[in-house]
């Protein structure tokens, strides 16, 4: 088992240009999550799934869009980045059973200038 | 929403007790949990406790939770430098979605 693996690792953008953060587990999880974590400010909660074709928005949406494409891999997509948006971004899943425990991914590093 | 607090820093010497202190504001909260995160990697689950239990204990690691205040704390026994690292108290609240406090990072010195 994988666990949640994610890619790129890091990443280096340009203001206004895009790109797709990928994550996928091998679990057999129903939901996802993707998180952002900032210096000083703990993870907030952009979007998640609680199962696949369903995606709802957490705390920090504006600027992402998300996509389950299957039950395995969820996507989170800057269509025009900002430098507001540099951080470490987080997936992380969780299962039912376990007390809800949620499994995290090792991030990506995002660096828009 | 759901609020949680955390103190931002700690530091210890090896072999002392660690307590890592967490305050959160919603009662209907289910399960609490403590994640560690080391420098450049992802988070690790250290452990959770059910919102109907007083106390938690798992080796090193002993966790109380006073629902009255809303407070939760984790106590690590005889500290040692690994244990160096942010630690992040979370809540679950609503459909499965986690609220996280700011971290507080331990530093445990020879």
């Known amino acids: 088992n994988a666990g949640v693996t994610q890619t790129p690792k890091f990443q280096v953008l340009k203001t206004g240009q895009s790109m797709t953060l990928q994550c996928a587990q091998d679990?057999?999880?129903?939901?996802m999550y993707w998180y952002r974590q900032d210096p000083g400010m703990g993870l907030r909660l952009i979007y998640y799934?609680?199962?696949?074709?369903?995606?709802d928005k957490g705390e920090v949406p504006n600027g992402y869009n998300v996509s389950r494409l299957n039950k395995r891999e969820f996507s989170l997509r800057l269509e025009s980045a900002a430098p507001s948006q540099t951080s470490v971004y987080f997936c992380?899943?969780?299962?039912?059973?376990?007390?809800?425990?949620?499994?995290f991914g090792p991030g990506t590093r995002l660096t828009v200038l | 929403g759901e609020d949680v607090e955390q103190s931002l820093f700690l530091s210890v010497r090896e072999g002392d007790s660690s307590v890592i202190n967490c305050t959160y504001t919603?009662?209907?909260?289910?399960?609490l949990y403590w994640y560690k995160q080391e420098p450049g990697a992802g988070l690790q689950l250290l452990t959770y406790?059910?919102?109907?239990?007083d106390m938690k204990q798992d080796q090193r690691l002993t966790v109380l939770l006073n629902k009255k205040d809303k407070h939760l704390s984790l106590r690590i026994a005889d500290t040692q430098t690994g244990d160096s690292a942010i630690y992040f108290c979370?809540?679950?609240?609503?459909?499965?979605?986690?609220?996280f406090g700011k971290g507080t990072m331990l530093l445990v010195s020879p």
């Open positions: 992380a899943s969780t299962g039912t059973g376990k007390a809800d425990t949620q499994y």
């Open positions: 679990m057999n999880h129903n939901s």
């Open positions: 799934s609680a199962s696949e074709g369903t995606t």
């Open positions: 919603d009662s209907s909260s289910t399960y």
């Open positions: 406790i059910f919102s109907n239990m």
């Open positions: 979370a809540v679950l609240s609503g459909y499965s979605t986690l609220t």
